[in-house]
Nanobody, 115 residues
Framework: VQLVESGGGLVQPGGSRRLSCAAS????????MHWYRQAPGKEREWVAV????????NYADSVKGRFTISRDNAKNTVYLQMNSLKPEDTAVYYC?????????WGKGTLVTVSS
């Protein structure tokens, strides 16, 4: 089982970035998928969720209106489109799959928002 995040890097405040999380080794389309993030010196926090069929999404208040989660079950990939980025969005971003108590985590990708 693998979840591999990509797309992190350095971005200027106000900029955009799209993260991807590629899944393998399990039936991706059966799993709800989440994005979490962990800023330096802080606890990991939940960012967004998308249901297994992509029909429903939900967001943390801190990113609502700026971030969009989506998925492509044919490609076994979940995305996080991040717009209007702020320095406080700097963090390692992780994807997480969950179904009936079975949980998988990726290793994360670092996003740094700085001028």
């Amino acid at each position: 089982v693998q979840l591999v995040e990509s797309g992190g890097g350095l971005v200027q405040p106000g900029g955009s970035r799209r993260l991807s999380c590629a899944a393998s080794g399990f039936t991706f389309s059966d799993y709800a998928m989440h994005w979490y993030r962990q800023a330096p010196g802080k606890e990991r926090e939940w960012v967004a969720v998308i249901t297994s069929d992509g029909g429903n999404t939900n967001y943390a208040d801190s990113v609502k209106g700026r971030f969009t989660i989506s998925r492509d079950n044919a490609k076994n990939t979940v995305y996080l489109q991040m717009n209007s980025l702020k320095p406080e969005d700097t963090a390692v971003y992780y994807c997480r799959g969950i179904r009936r108590g079975v949980i998988y985590w990726g290793k994360g990708t670092l996003v740094t928002v700085s001028s």
